[in-house]
C-alpha cells in the first residue's frame, strides 16, 4: 500500500522558494520508491495566500529566465497529480475560476481541484504525512 | 487526528491557526512565536491564546533568550524543554506543521 | 524508539530556526530515536566545509558532525547545493548529497516528520 505525503503551500510565488520547492519535492515522490518499498503518493494543497501560486499566464520565464510556477503546476496535473485549491482563499483574494492554471493544452485528464478548507483538513488527517511549505 | 504546530513567529499566520482546528491541537511556541505568551500588545492576550481545547506549550529556553522569565508565561501555556518537546511530539501528536 | 525526519529549508546564517532543528535532532538521538536530517533550500548552508566560528553568527558545523558520528543521517539537497556553488567536495565530511527523492522516501516511512519552511 502506498504511503501519502500532502505538501501544503501557504506562501506566494516567487518571493520566497517554498513553493517551488513543495512542487519539486512532491515530483521527486514519484521516484522515491527507488529508496523504499512502497510507493509514496504526492498531494498537493494550497491554501492561505499560496492560492497565488495557482493564477495563470505568469511570465517568469520572459522577465527573469527562471521557469514559472505555472510551469511546474501543469506539469504536475499532467502527471495525475492530486492539486487542492482552498476555495476560501480564492474568494478572499477575488481570483475567479477561470484565472486558474490548468494543463489542458498539455493533455491533462485532471485541473486543480477546488475545495472548502474542511476538505483540505480530510486530507490532512488521511495523508501520512505532512509538509507545509 | 492528533496536531501540533509549531508557532516560530509573532507577527503573522493567526488567521491559518484560527482555521486549524481538531481534538488535540497542540501550538508549540519556539522562537519569536514565544511572545505571544508573554506580550499584551495594547494590553490584550495574544489572539492565538483564545482557542478553546488547545494545550499550548512555550520552549523555557527561548522565552529566557528574549529576555522573559518562566513565571512571566500566561497560565494557559506550559513551559517546556526540549526533552519534553520531543516526548510529546512522539507520545501526543500524529501529525506535525510549522508555520 | 521512533524515526523522526526532521526538514531544514532556513539558512545556516540570519535565522535561529538551524539552532532549533539542530538542537532538536541532538535531544532526539539523546532519547534513544533515530533521525534524518535533510537540508533544502537554504538550508544547504549547513552543509558547506569551511565555516568559521565568530560569536556574532551560529555555528553548527561541529554540532552536525557530533550527530552525524551518533548515526543521524545528514543529507543536503543535491540541486539546491549545487545551484549555490556547493558542490560535493564543498560538503562536510561525513554529509551526503542527494536528490529530493532520498527525504521523501525517508519522510514516508518516519513515524514523525517536522518540515521547518524556510524564508
Redesign the interface.
Known sequence: MA?S?LF?I??PPYK???PK?AI??A???F??????D?E?E?VVAF??DGVLNCIKNQRSQEFYGIISTEQHIKNQLASDMRMLVCKEDLYRLDIKPERLINARDMGADIDLNVVG?NEV?KE??R??????? | MRLGVFVSDCQKNDSMLERLNGEGLGIFFVENGVYHAVIHENGRDSGVLQKKGVNYYALASDIQTRGFTTSEIDSRVNVVTYEDVVDLMMNDYEKLIWL | MATISIGLFSSLIGSMNSDFAVKLAETAVNKGHSVNLWFSGNAVTLARKGQKSFKDYSYLAERLKALQENGVAIVACEACAAARGIHKDDVIEGIAVHSMDWYVARAAKSDRVLHIGGE
Open positions: 504511503k505525503i501544503v501557504s506562501r520566497s522558494e517554498n520547492l519539486t519535492h515530483m521527486a515522490c521516484v522515491a520508491d527507488m529508496h523504499i512502497e509514496v504526492p491554501v492561505g478548507f483538513q490532512m488527517e495523508c501520512d504525512q505532512m509538509m507545509w511549505f
